[in-house]
């Protein structure tokens, strides 16, 4: 029913609802709780978790994480990013934002039995008015959820505001391919409203327009969708999924019906962009 009340519901603007029917057990991961859609750019990456950490990988030296950092991770669901770039970057603080109480509740659970609570505190609230003084991070990022933000731009706004001077924002996020839009049923569903469905020019200039410099946007789309859709016909059959994944979700997310969608009209970008050092105080 909350699967139909998605497609036929009215609202764009509640990717929440969608992550609850989602929830843990319908995650198609197998020890990680990522809900990425993976970079499987290197031959080795065969699994949903190997794909999200080199993701995250991939985000986190584009961000260009380090020891001296104070991070916000908006967006950041159960939390295995934060993981992942505190092993590997060790930045000095997280902080993190999510409109979902359900990945907040688990994320901070998991952050308490990974030892790492202390460095990391994270809150529920909105992409778009975020609860933090300006000024206070060295880094924003947002791994694949910017496209669901109430808007996008309102986001880049938020985290020019949050960022201090020479402090990076850097983002993986899905987009169309410039002069599409995508089906309305992939609209409804995954909840993206209406106002971020622009190709990967107008994003580039609404980066610049938020302020930042030294943007940067790559489609990364290549090493994404077609491994991606390799991997889910398979994965969907596993008899560990068809033991614990909702029925109705697993027949929708069988690749037959949208593949070609996908192909002719998804983009996926990995975008950086600068707060510039010399602005007035
Ligand atoms: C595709 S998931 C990605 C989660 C995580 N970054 C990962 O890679 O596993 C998108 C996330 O964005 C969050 N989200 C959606 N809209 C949001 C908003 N306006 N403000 C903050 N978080 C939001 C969702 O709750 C969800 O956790």
């Avoid at 402090?167 to 391919?177: E, K, M, N, S, V």
């Avoid at 990364?220 to 994944?245: D, G, S």
């Avoid at 029925?247 to 707060?275: E, H, I, M, N, Q």
């Amino acid at each position: 029913m909350a699967l139909l009340r998605l497609v036929l519901g009215p609202s764009r603007r509640r990717p929440e609802r969608f992550y609850s029917v989602l929830s843990t057990h319908n995650l198609l991961s197998e020890h990680s709780l990522f809900m990425n859609l993976g970079y499987w750019a290197d031959p080795g990456v065969r699994t949903l978790d190997e794909a999200g950490h080199a993701l995250a990988e991939l985000l986190g030296q584009t961000a260009r994480l380090g020891p001296r950092d104070e991070v916000l991770d908006v967006g950041f669901g159960f939390g295995d990013q934060i993981l992942h770039w505190l092993g590997r970057f060790q930045p000095r603080r997280f902080s993190g934002i999510d409109l979902t109480p359900l990945h907040v509740e688990v994320a901070r659970e998991r952050m308490v039995r990974a030892g790492v609570a202390s460095r990391v505190g994270l809150l529920v609230g909105s992409a778009t008015r975020m609860p933090f003084a300006p000024r206070c991070f060295d880094k924003v990022v947002a791994l694949e959820c910017a496209f669901h933000f109430d808007t996008r731009e309102d986001f880049f706004a938020e985290a020019w505001r949050v960022l201090r001077p020479g402090g990076r924002l850097a983002l993986t996020d899905i987009l169309p391919l410039t002069g599409h839009r995508f089906s309305r049923p992939f609209q409804a569903v995954w909840q993206i409203p209406r106002e971020n469905l622009y190709g990967r020019e107008i994003y580039r200039a609404r980066l610049v327009a938020a302020g930042f410099e030294d943007v940067e946007v790559h489609s990364i789309r290549e090493h994404v969708y077609e491994p991606l859709l390799r991997f889910l016909r398979q994965r969907l059959e596993a008899p560990e999924i068809v033991h614990r994944m909702n029925p109705l979700l697993r027949l929708a997310g069988r690749p037959w019906w949208y593949a070609p969608l996908v192909r002719s009209t998804f983009d996926y970008v990995l975008a950086t962009g600068v707060k510039p050092v010399s602005i007035a105080p």
